[in-house]
């Protein structure tokens, strides 16, 4: 996984920064031509992926070939609480439309019920779809529901069936990520599984803060304003 120290975080920006980033479109009212303009603004600066609603996934896909942005989708989004079957079905569909990238919404109530075994079904049958289509896994935890016990635990069944990342939130719960979350979740986890920091995120300097508290990618709707802080903040050092 692509790692920085935090000693390097204040000189990171350009091509380095943009490839942490899911430039992201999720909103219910997002219209085509805010989609097209997403996988523009991707292609331009290079952002590792773009993250959509699954019926954005083809056209999408179409919009960016040729490029170094991957196709990322949402699953079971953005509560978490269908069927395991319906979510391993929701996943084939969007690979077959191109995805390389599915974000899936653990099932929040079973896991503050205690029911593993029905979190640890629901996330390993999505695991296994992705992986029978060659994509990656990110586990969205929603931890703004979560208490630090229950963050733990949700990582730790995350990496027990094979997820690549674990991810701090939606974006559509009453906050989104943090640091702390990001620092306990990377803890959680290891250096193996990559830990995804969204939600909330709409400045550099929250960029920085979240890569250095460990975070590997980071979802964002802001990342222009995000790169474009950052092209600020290397003139000025320059100058």
Known sequence: MSTITPSSTS?????????????TV?????????????????????????????????????????????????VGFPLGATLPEVKAYETQ?????????????I??????????????????AVVRAVRSGGAITKVIIEAALLDDEE???????????GAEFVKTSTGFASSGATAHDVALMCQTVGPQVGVKAAGGIRTYADVLKMIEAGATRIGASASVKIMQEAEQATASRKG
């Open 93 to 105: 569909q969007v690979l077959e439309a191109g995805a390389q990238e599915v974000d899936m919404v």
């Open 11 to 23: 000189t990171l920006s350009g091509y380095d920064l943009a490839r942490y980033i899911d430039h």
């Open 107 to 124: 099932n929040v109530g079973a896991l503050k019920s205690k029911d593993y075994a029905l979190v640890t079904r629901d996330i390993a």
């Open 151 to 161: 963050k733990v635990i949700a990582c730790q069944l995350a990496v027990e069936v």
């Open 26 to 74: 999720l909103k219910p009212e997002a219209a085509e031509a805010q989609l097209v303009q997403l996988c523009e603004e991707a292609r331009r600066y290079q952002f590792m992926a773009v993250c959509v609603n699954p019926v954005w996934v083809k056209r999408c896909a179409q919009w960016l070939q040729g490029s170094s942005t991957r196709i990322a989708t949402v």
